[in-house]
């Protein structure tokens, strides 16, 4: 399985961004797709997840009221980024884990999100 990020970009304080994470190959495999991000300087950090099959989410508290994780189909999800704030920026990685795996092994390039005061 192989995992593309796209939608990063530059925005203002308050501004909108949306992240898209496709799988692909084997995508049947895989049971949760989430989001990561890691700031210059900082360990990384969850943003959120969604699992394929129920459709539930998480988020990390940081995020919760202002990020919206979905899903379009199996192999597609969507990071909906709303009122940014300048500590949002970091590089965001599209991440997946497989059925019967309880680690995320499956990472995608990062994506540079910047959000300027």
């Known amino acids: 399985v192989q995992l593309q990020a796209s939608g990063g970009g530059s925005v203002q304080a308050g501004g909108s961004l949306r992240l898209s994470c496709v799988a692909s190959?084997?995508?049947?495999?895989?049971?949760?797709m989430a989001w990561f991000r890691q700031a210059a300087g900082k360990e990384r950090e969850f943003v959120a997840n969604v699992f394929l099959r129920s459709g539930t989410t998480n988020y990390g508290d940081s995020v919760k009221g202002r990020f919206t994780i979905s899903r379009d189909a199996e192999n597609t999800v969507n990071l909906q980024m709303n009122s940014l704030y300048p500590e949002d920026t970091a590089v965001y990685y599209c991440?997946?884990?497989?059925?019967?795996?309880?680690?995320?092994?499956?990472w995608g390039q990062g994506t540079l999100v910047t959000v300027s005061s």
């Open positions: 190959g084997r995508t049947s495999s895989l049971l949760v």
């Open positions: 991440a997946a884990r497989r059925l019967g795996r309880s680690a995320f092994e499956l």
